[in-house]
């Protein structure tokens, strides 16, 4: 993911999401460590351009290809941009901060994601079948 100056956090997301449809990356004015749990206060507006919060002057290349896993990719962020970012994986319909298996693989984090996304939704057009079965009888 090639990262210019002029790119909006949303854009990040965006092109991160494509890649990760049952991820999604979420960027912190503060230190993830410092605060374990960042508050919704301290995230960036996804409207802002990359050069209004970090003072790197050239573009940066972050892989996030499926083997990586979730810590080098937060911790290429931190480094090349100087944010930080916390990945959050869809489970049902929720989203869930990745911190405990962050030494999963994106690939990983995202099947698990697609896994159990797909199953509360079987399990949510099975109940709307049979519950429209009951309305019949």
């Known amino acids: 993911m090639i990262i210019n100056r002029q790119i909006t956090i949303k854009k990040l997301q965006e092109e991160f999401n494509f890649h990760y449809p049952h991820l999604k990356v979420e960027f912190f004015k503060k230190n993830k460590i410092s605060s374990r749990h960042p508050s919704k206060g301290d995230r ?6 990359i050069a ?3 003072e790197r002057h050239q573009a940066v ?4 290809e499926g ?6 990719f937060e ?3 931190k480094d090349q941009l100087g944010i930080s970012a916390q990945v959050f994986r869809k489970s049902g319909n929720s989203w869930i901060e990745t911190s405990l298996t962050d030494g999963w693989t994106l690939k990983k984090q995202n099947d698990e994601g697609a896994h159990f996304s797909n ?4 399990k949510n057009l099975e109940q709307r079948l049979e519950e429209e079965s009951e309305d019949v009888e």
Do not use: Q
């Open 75 to 77: 911790n290429d962020v």
């Open 44 to 49: 960036i507006d996804p409207n802002i351009v």
């Open 52 to 54: 209004e919060i970090t």
């Open 61 to 64: 290349s972050i892989n996030i």
């Open 67 to 72: 083997d990586r896993t979730v810590t080098e």
């Open 119 to 122: 199953s509360v939704e079987k």
